[in-house]
């Protein structure tokens, strides 16, 4: 039989910390905040520190120090009082800084903290993690070892590739990620633009490289054949079609092995002949797996519980629908990482659509904001026209740090919605009356601040911010809503 008697150890060691005595580490981190510890707790708990100590040599105090800048004294204290009393409080506490915390906690190589933030995360926050993917995917392969986040996240991008090949950003990926996604069998991509993406990803790790391909020598072909190095393996080489090969593949045909480039010539004048080089396997197509009526696009910004609460705002309803029994599928039609940013993009893909849901991610801060439009967007008229609806609204929806949705339905029917003259497209996008919308004097909504929810107007109810200040977007979605049959 043995007796443990862990909190009151926990609550000792936690009295340490506190205790200024006797203390011989000193850690810096951002603000110039500090905090003291002992040199033998910290090289116990953390494998980070026992190699970080070494390295240091101590003041006429006997005194080591660390500075780490880029932590937070919030985050540091929580993870020296993990060190010291193994708790870490999660009450009251935002998802950006649980996520946070995990990352910090792997520089620190707490294994045991990290992987339990990993799982929290995946488990009771799903729905965080996918409204925040670009920051979530691209932390984690930053030479972390969140092996669970990785598959979370390449199981979504392998049904849903234009996520990452498509966004703006494309090539700052890192290479463990794209390398991540190569080998993925159900990777939904064809052979011929996954092998496309990898050469734009590639030069674009050597910008010396000549723009036009006929300028390129030898030690050009072989700088982009070294960047390349993880990645040529990996593509499918014998699924794609011959008139590809000769097209797309041959003209960069030095950056792979000699070998390699005769068995796929071999190879398309008679597959049936043995060749030297390995065959991979053809990616898989996946076979849908949720039934019809539950089938909707994937939001770069929105989560299914998000489209439940705005389809119940559609019908009016007091209580927002269960993810089983809404009643609308929204279906993508716009998304300006895919489609681009200009204001025309916006009228010249959603004119003639009705029933529209237009969804905003806010640069710099966690608000998704957004509005139904029930009419058709116009864009064929020659001078601006206010549209008449009683149905409309926009709203704010929760996310993050933000707890509490807001709805704000349309309070002047004749301003509800307004279609914008084809002079100014150039410049501006969808209008919810002045209660929320789209302009740009740059023709990009991500390069200045000039969308606005002011409400100055009182077109709708309410404000659906709690600031006036004009805004710069992340991205932008503009979904139909389509009643689904029963």
């Known amino acids: 039989m043995s007796l443990k008697f862990f909190d009151k150890l926990s609550r000792n060691f936690i009295e340490l910390l506190n205790d200024k005595d006797d203390y011989n580490i000193i850690i810096m981190v951002k603000n110039e905040k500090s905090f003291s510890a002992h040199s033998n707790v910290l090289k116990c708990r953390s494998p980070y520190f026992c190699k970080e100590l070494k390295n240091i040599i101590p003041n006429e105090n006997n005194i080591k120090t660390i500075t780490k800048p880029n932590i937070s004294d919030k985050i540091f204290y929580i993870i020296l009082k993990y060190i010291y009393g193994g708790i870490v409080d999660l009450e009251n506490v935002e998802t950006k800084f649980i996520f946070d915390l995990m990352v910090i906690a792997d ?12 799982n929290h995360l995946i488990e009771t926050q799903s729905s965080w993690l996918k409204s925040h993917f670009s920051l979530v995917y691209r932390s984690i392969f930053s030479g972390n070892n969140f092996i669970d986040l990785e598959k979370f996240c390449n199981d979504i991008v392998a049904k849903y590739p234009n996520l990452i090949f498509d966004a703006e ?9 794209l390398v991540s996604l190569l080998k993925r069998d159900d990777l939904q991509l064809e052979e011929m633009i996954l092998w ?4 734009k990803w590639g030069i674009a790790q050597n910008p010396i490289l000549p723009v036009d391909l006929k300028e390129w020598n030898k030690e050009n072909f072989t700088t982009l054949k ?16 011959g008139t590809d090969v000769l097209k797309k593949i041959k003209p960069y045909k030095k950056i792979l092995d000699k070998q390699l480039w005769e068995d796929l010539n071999q190879y398309l004048i008679d597959p049936d002949l043995p060749v030297k080089s390995i065959i991979l396997p053809p990616r898989t197509i996946l076979v849908q797996e949720l039934p019809a009526r539950t089938t909707k696009p994937l939001s770069a910004i929105i989560t299914y519980e998000h489209v439940a609460e705005i389809s119940s705002w559609i019908d009016r309803k007091s209580s927002t629908y269960s993810l089983t029994n809404t009643p609308y599928e929204f279906q993508l039609i716009l998304r300006g990482s895919v489609n681009g940013f200009a204001p025309q993009t916006f009228w010249d893909t959603c004119h003639g659509h009705a029933s529209t849901v237009v969804i905003i991610k806010v640069k710099g801060t966690e608000e998704i904001l ?16 206010y549209e008449n609806t009683n149905d409309s609204f926009i709203f704010s929806l929760k996310n993050g740090n933000i707890q509490n949705s807001i709805l704000s339905r349309v309070k002047i029917p004749t301003n509800a919605i307004l279609n914008i003259s084809k002079s100014t497209q150039y410049l501006n996008g969808p209008y919810f009356g002045h209660g929320l919308y789209m302009l740009s004097l740059s023709s990009n909504f991500t390069l200045d601040n000039y969308c606005a929810s002011n409400n100055n107007s009182g077109h709708y109810e309410k404000p659906i911010r709690t600031i006036t200040d004009k805004f710069s977007i992340v991205d932008y979605e503009v979904f139909k809503v389509i009643k689904k049959t029963s």
Do not use: M
Not at 169 to 177: I, P, V
Not at 370 to 385: A, Q, S
């Open 107 to 118: 520089e620190f190589e707490i294994e045991e903290l990290t992987k339990k933030l990993e």
């Open 169 to 177: 950003d494309f090539t700052s990926l890192q290479e463990s990620a």
């Open 196 to 199: 496309e993406y990898i050469i």
């Open 226 to 241: 070294t960047t390349l190095q993880q990645c040529l393996p990996l593509i499918r080489y014998f699924h794609i079609p």
């Open 370 to 385: 957004g509005g139904y439009n029930p009419l058709i967007w116009n864009g064929n008229v020659n001078i601006n026209k």
